[in-house]
C-alpha cells in the first residue's frame, strides 16, 4: 500500500531531524511527498530540493503563496515525486503570546484549504477491490514548533465537521531527540490530538503513557 506523506519542516534544527528522518523512508511506498514551509523559509526548501534531487527525483515542486493547488496542480502531483507548499507561520520567535491567537488564525485560515485538497490527492484512487483501484494511506508527520499546531488543528477541525477518519491524515508526531525527559511546547500541544506520538527516550513513555518509544531515529 502506497502512503501519501504530508511533511511539516519547522525551519532549522526542526528541519534538520525531519530531513533525516525522511531520507530513510521507501519512496516506493511513502509518495508523493507534500512538503509544507513557512512562507519565509527558503532555507527549510532548498534542503527538501537538494534531498529529493539526491534521490534522482523529477522536481515537480510547486509554490501557492496561498497554500492552496488549482485544479490542474491538485491532479499533478500523484503521478510525480513531491510538492512543496507555504503557508504563514502561527507564531514568530520573540512573538508576544497576546498576538500569537492572530497569527495562528491567520496560519490556520490557509491551512484548512491545503489540508483538505492534499487530502483529495490522497484518496483520489481509493475505491473498492472491484474498481481496481489502489488503496492509498495518508500520514501528516510533524515535529514542531508551533506552525504545525495549525495543520494538525486543520484536520481534527475537519474530522469535527464530519470527514470520515480515512479521508483524512493520520497525525504522527515525532519528538525531538533533544525532548529526554520533557516534551516540547508542540508536543505538550499535539500529545492528546495525534493518532501516532513517537519519541527517542523511553522516559518519556513514563511521564506520558500514549507516547510510543522507537529507539533513535535521527
Given at each position: 500500500?502506497?502512503?501519501?506523506?504530508?511533511?511539516?519542516?519547522?525551519?532549522?534544527?526542526?528541519?534538520?531531524?525531519?530531513?533525516?528522518?525522511?531520507?530513510?523512508?521507501?519512496?516506493?511506498?511513502?509518495?508523493?511527498?507534500?512538503?509544507?514551509?513557512?512562507?519565509?523559509?527558503?532555507?527549510?526548501?532548498?534542503?527538501?530540493?537538494?534531498?529529493?534531487?539526491?534521490?534522482?527525483?523529477?522536481?515537480?515542486?510547486?509554490?501557492?503563496?496561498?497554500?492552496?493547488?488549482?485544479?490542474?496542480?491538485?491532479?499533478?502531483?500523484?503521478?510525480?515525486?513531491?510538492?512543496?507548499?507555504?503557508?504563514?507561520?502561527?507564531?514568530?520567535?520573540?512573538?508576544?503570546?497576546?498576538?500569537?491567537?492572530?497569527?495562528?488564525?491567520?496560519?490556520?485560515?490557509?491551512?484548512?484549504?491545503?489540508?483538505?485538497?492534499?487530502?483529495?490527492?490522497?484518496?483520489?484512487?481509493?475505491?473498492?477491490?472491484?474498481?481496481?483501484?489502489?488503496?492509498?494511506?495518508?500520514?501528516?508527520?510533524?515535529?514542531?514548533?508551533?506552525?504545525?499546531?495549525?495543520?494538525?488543528?486543520?484536520?481534527?477541525?475537519?474530522r469535527m465537521l464530519g470527514v470520515p477518519d480515512e479521508l483524512t491524515p493520520d497525525l504522527v508526531f515525532v519528538e525531538s531527540f533533544a525532548?529526554?525527559?520533557?516534551?516540547?511546547?508542540?508536543?505538550?500541544?499535539?500529545?492528546?490530538?495525534?493518532?501516532?506520538?513517537?519519541?527517542?527516550?523511553?522516559?518519556?513513555?513514563?511521564?506520558?503513557?500514549?507516547?510510543?518509544?522507537?529507539?533513535?531515529?535521527?
Amino acid at each position: 500500500m502506497q502512503c501519501t506523506t504530508t511533511i511539516f519542516l519547522g525551519s532549522g534544527g526542526h528541519t534538520a531531524e525531519m530531513l533525516q528522518l525522511v531520507s530513510g523512508l521507501d519512496t516506493t511506498k511513502y509518495s508523493p511527498r507534500h512538503y509544507v514551509v513557512g512562507w519565509d523559509d527558503e532555507a527549510s526548501v532548498e534542503k527538501v530540493h537538494h534531498l529529493e534531487a539526491s534521490r534522482q527525483q523529477k522536481d515537480t515542486s510547486a509554490f501557492h503563496p496561498g497554500g492552496a493547488l488549482s485544479k490542474q496542480q491538485a491532479e499533478e502531483p500523484l503521478l510525480n515525486g513531491y510538492t512543496i507548499h507555504r503557508i504563514p507561520r502561527s507564531r514568530h520567535v520573540h512573538q508576544s503570546m497576546i498576538t500569537t491567537p492572530f497569527t495562528l488564525v491567520k496560519s490556520l485560515w490557509v491551512a484548512m484549504p491545503l489540508i483538505k485538497q492534499l487530502s483529495c490527492l490522497a484518496h483520489r484512487e481509493v475505491g473498492g477491490a472491484e474498481s481496481g483501484h489502489i488503496q492509498r494511506k495518508s500520514i501528516l508527520l510533524m515535529n514542531g514548533p508551533g506552525t504545525c499546531f495549525a495543520l494538525a488543528l486543520a484536520v481534527i477541525g475537519s474530522r469535527m465537521l464530519g470527514v470520515p477518519d480515512e479521508l483524512t491524515p493520520d497525525l504522527v508526531f515525532v519528538e525531538s531527540f533533544a525532548r529526554v525527559k520533557t516534551l516540547s511546547l508542540a508536543g505538550k500541544l499535539l500529545y492528546p490530538l495525534c493518532d501516532s506520538f513517537l519519541v527517542q527516550w523511553p522516559s518519556l513513555v513514563e511521564t506520558y503513557p500514549r507516547a510510543k518509544y522507537i529507539g533513535v531515529l535521527v
